[in-house]
């Protein structure tokens, strides 16, 4: 195990964790909410920092990520644990496992094998995904730090729950996230999930204020947080952080422990698509629906479709710069250059 950082000492040999919302007050020898931090001897230990428990090459388009160097692959890095519970999770067996079992499973590495690694698959950057990459926050600046200096980039895909100390700390090293944004209900954040909406409102405010290159994803529940109202107060709180915030409202199938809900239907999803659009939001994007017309990037101001894609697969890209080639509108996307640096809008 290795000392983590943020956390502060408490009495009784207790500490205060401070890198997520939760602050989990851990006693000696507990650990908290994600399982994957632990109070020893009033010192706070992470088993998460040298070992992940995946590793995959992926389109940036998986994250989802459309308007962040589209087109590249990403080196995917996860290692088990969550600070959420949702009964909705599509990785439960990794994100939920410390829950589960005393173990904590993974592959030993190192950020220069992550980074080698990502550079011998011609990845443009490393995504730290699948699980919450707060969790293993240790790993992520490292490595992070690491591609940095080899000219990658760094991605989050994450829930947003991570504290104000640790969204400031990450400005030094993440370049682009996607945050799930699942509802803008406190009680679905509490019944569903274990967590509150109010600290992911603040990441996303937080990281977009910071420089971070913003996306956000609502899996839309039929029954859950489906209703138009509540997809109308997602829409207009994204538009008035930025209304050139990507939005990817994607299909739910059931898994995990929520088997009793239907998949959604594409027409609850158009349904998002439409309230977005009233709310002002410039790109709207359907998820989980292969071939739908509402993957592509269209301009904003003249309409012209400027990337088309089948699902994580870009079949036309016509930008060449971070502005529409018929109307000249600018378009919030980053494009990775000859000499490996982006260029953004």
């Known amino acids: 195990m290795v000392e983590a950082q943020l956390y502060e000492r408490r009495d009784a040999g207790a500490v205060r964790c401070l890198l997520c919302s939760h602050y989990c007050v851990i006693g000696d020898g507990r650990r908290g909410i994600c399982g994957v931090r632990e109070c020893r001897g009033g010192r706070l230990f992470t088993r998460v920092a040298d070992r992940v428990v995946a590793i995959h090459v992926d389109p940036i388009e998986k994250k989802p990520l459309f308007h962040f160097l589209p087109g590249s692959r990403s080196l995917s890095v996860a290692a088990v644990g969550c600070n959420f519970r949702c009964e909705f999770c599509q990785n439960h067996s990794i994100s939920q496992y410390p829950r589960e079992a005393a173990d904590i499973p993974g592959d030993p590495t190192t950020p220069d094998e992550l980074v080698a690694a990502a550079v011998r698959h011609g990845c443009g950057s490393l995504s730290y995904t699948y699980t919450e990459p707060t969790v293993f926050f240790e790993l992520t600046r490292a490595a992070g730090l690491a591609a940095r200096r080899a000219g990658l980039r760094n991605v989050y895909v994450t829930n947003g729950f991570m504290s104000g100390e640790a969204a400031a700390a990450m400005a030094e090293f993440l370049d682009a996230a996607n945050v799930d944004l699942k509802s803008f209900s406190d009680a679905f954040y509490r019944s569903y999930c274990g967590a509150r909406l109010q600290p992911v409102l603040d990441s996303i405010r937080r990281l977009h204020a910071a420089g971070v ?133």
């Open 213 to 345: 290159f913003l996306e956000v994803t609502t899996l839309i529940i039929p029954g859950r947080n489906s209703d138009a109202a509540e997809l109308r107060a997602v829409a207009e709180f994204l538009a008035g952080v930025d209304p050139a915030i990507p939005w990817h409202v994607s299909a739910f199938h059931p898994d995990y422990r929520m088997l009793d809900a239907p998949p959604t239907p594409v027409a609850l999803l158009e349904l998002a698509y439409a309230e977005g659009c009233r709310a002002g939001l410039k790109y709207i994007y359907c998820g989980n629906v292969p071939g739908h017309e509402l993957e592509n990037t269209s301009c904003p101001a003249c309409r012209a479709v400027l990337i088309e894609r089948t699902g994580f697969r870009i079949r036309r890209q016509r930008l060449t710069r971070p502005v529409c080639p018929d109307c000249g509108a600018p378009v919030p996307v980053v494009l990775a250059t000859a000499g490996g640096d982006a260029e953004r809008a």
